[in-house]
């Protein structure tokens, strides 16, 4: 299989898109800096650098501030679980600008009782913004603990000032 990566620039920092041969979306990160996406791409063995225009354009724009869907990104994120799969599913059906419990997630994955379990799924995302687990909130309206992309809960926060959903 062929696999190719990029690194970019954004209005909030650098960002890696990682694609296999079939375009499906592996891993998105916004690191800390540019050499760290240079390292993953380079760590990971993406020597190539094919242009991700259409992705990497979408997720210039959301940081830029405008409204941007990723519903038509093709993501290959995870093989596991049922749940789990269910978790990415819905997590994906947050509209941009809307924010969701880590319980009522679990609810709508099948697991009413579940939003530790939901929260430790939402923990391992590796496609923050394409699959927008920045919009897992808590019950109480507080952030929650952690943040799976770089740049951790202020990330998260700014991300949902921009969509106008914190």
């Known amino acids: 299989m062929d696999v190719y990566g990029n690194i970019f620039k954004t209005a909030f920092g650098w960002a890696a898109v990682v694609f296999n041969g079939d375009g499906a979306v592996l891993k998105f990160f916004l690191p800390t800096g540019k050499t760290d996406a240079e390292n993953f791409i380079f760590i990971n063995g993406?020597?190539?650098?094919?242009?991700?225009?259409?992705?990497?354009?979408?997720?210039?724009?959301?940081?830029?501030?405008?409204?941007?869907?990723?519903?038509?990104?093709?993501?290959?994120?995870?093989?596991?679980?049922?749940?789990?799969?269910?978790?990415?599913?819905?997590?994906?059906?947050?509209?941009?600008?809307?924010?969701?419990?880590?319980?009522?997630?679990?609810?709508?994955?099948?697991?009413?009782?579940?939003?530790?379990?939901?929260?430790?799924?939402?923990?391992?995302?590796?496609?923050p913004l394409i699959v927008p687990c920045h919009r897992v909130i808590r019950s109480s309206g507080a952030l929650g603990k952690k943040f799976s992309a770089g740049g951790g809960l202020d990330l998260k926060r700014k991300m949902l000032e921009l969509e106008g959903s914190f």
């Open 46 to 127: 993406l020597r190539k650098r094919k242009p991700l225009l259409q992705v990497e354009t979408k997720v210039k724009k959301y940081f830029d501030g405008k409204r941007v869907n990723f519903e038509d990104t093709v993501v290959c994120i995870y093989k596991g679980t049922v749940f789990e799969g269910l978790i990415y599913k819905k997590l994906r059906e947050v509209p941009y600008g809307g924010v969701i419990s880590y319980s009522r997630l679990a609810g709508k994955a099948g697991s009413p009782r579940g939003a530790r379990a939901a929260g430790q799924v939402v923990a391992k995302n590796q496609l």
